[in-house]
């Protein structure tokens, strides 16, 4: 109980955090240092690509992600519209002849979008990470089926079941899901884990707060350094 209370206000906490970085919007490529390959980050519903800075210039100056270019899609329109577009950043963002790996950290459905780039447009991606992502679906999106979107999102979905029929075309690609303890719109155990992926926890944090947890920061560090 006690736990349960503590996460909730820490999505209290990460909200008052979110607000304020939804405006930071930019698709310009943000260099800390040279090397070949670009990290691309991918936010939730309902959300920008500037909610993820704060992780990102933690990997950046890391030296972990020296290159790194932050998508940002609408809450309209579909999965599918938003991979080509997100494919459309990923080009334009590398250099003429760069053949370094693109490398992925995608929030929520952000996850979801990053595995549609990689498994149904077929776009190489060496290593992903997915946080807090409904991978079998968010059971509370079967209530808002008039916004097309969130209906990709109920579990059953037409756009769940493509990506769990080519969930094989992941097998080049190192996965790794940061599932939060206490997160009540994406189930832990049902949803947010993927078979055949390094699935890890955070302990006492919800859907928001696992964003700027510096345990998340460090699980997403791990899964994109060079091994």
């Not at 498994?119 to 290593?127: A, D, F, I, K, N």
């Not at 109920?154 to 940061?178: F, I, M, N, W």
Request: aromatic content about 6%; some cysteine; glycine content about 10%.
């Amino acid at each position: 109980m006690r736990a349960a209370k503590t996460a909730k206000w820490r999505e209290i906490v990460a909200l008052a955090k979110h607000v304020p970085l939804m405006p930071t919007v930019s698709t310009d490529v943000i260099e800390y240092g040279p090397t070949k390959g670009l990290t691309v980050f991918v936010h939730g519903y309902l959300a920008t690509g500037g909610v993820l800075r704060p992780l990102g210039e933690f990997l950046g100056k890391s030296g972990i992600a020296p290159r790194q270019v932050h998508f940002t899609f609408s809450p309209t329109g579909s999965l599918a519209e938003h991979a080509r577009k997100l494919d459309d950043l990923v080009k334009r963002a590398r250099r003429h002849g760069d053949d370094g790996p693109v490398h992925i950290v995608g929030h929520s459905l952000g996850g979801l979008l990053a595995r549609y780039y990689r498994q149904v447009l077929g776009r190489p991606v060496e290593r992903l990470v997915c946080i807090a992502t409904p991978h079998r679906g968010v059971p509370r999106a079967a209530a808002f089926k008039a916004l097309p979107l969130v209906d990709e999102l109920a579990p059953g979905s037409s756009t769940l079941a493509l990506l769990d029929a080519t969930h094989a075309r992941l097998a080049q690609t190192e996965v790794t899901c940061v599932i939060p303890t206490h997160d009540t719109l994406v189930p832990p155990a049902q949803s947010a884990q993927l078979a055949g992926a390094r699935n890890v926890h955070v302990h006492g944090v919800g859907h928001l707060g696992v964003l700027f947890e510096q345990e998340t920061w460090e699980h997403v560090a791990h899964a994109l350094r060079v091994r």
